[in-house]
Nanobody
Framework: VQLQASGGGLVQAGGSLRLSCAASGRAFSIYVMGWFRQAPGKAREFVAAVSQSGGTTKYADSVKGRFTISRDNARSTVYLQMNSLKPEDTAVYYC?????????????????WGQGTLVTVSS
């Protein structure tokens, strides 16, 4: 599976962005899809994940209530809607594919990674 993330950019605090990650290759719908992020000087961290059907989602506490993950299996694309952005959300965001929720939340168990898209939130 090849993953191509897009949608990053510069936004003011309180603003919104929507990230997209388009998949090609093997059947997209068999994977749990997730987003991770890595801020400058920090370790990569889990942000959100969505089940194969889209019916179940999980979020890091730091983004709960502000970010929404969703997927469109017909378009082989996963989205991350980010609202009420804060400067501490500044990071490179990576999409990821895994075979289970437990693996999708563990960067060491990810099957495929996208290339990353930079989100910068100014104060």
């Amino acid at each position: 599976v090849q993953l191509q993330a897009s949608g990053g950019g510069l936004v003011q605090a309180g603003g919104s962005l929507r990230l997209s990650c388009a998949a090609s290759g093997r059947a997209f719908s068999i994977y749990v899809m997730g987003w991770f992020r890595q801020a400058p000087g920090k370790a990569r961290e889990f942000v959100a994940a969505v089940s194969q059907s889209g019916g179940t989602t999980k979020y890091a506490d730091s983004v709960k209530g502000r970010f929404t993950i969703s997927r469109d299996n017909a378009r082989s694309t996963v989205y991350l809607q980010m609202n009420s952005l804060k400067p501490e959300d500044t990071a490179v965001y990576y999409c990821a594919a895994a075979v289970s929720f437990a693996q999708a939340m563990n960067q060491g168990r990810i099957e495929y990674w996208g290339q990353g898209t930079l989100v910068t939130v100014s104060s």
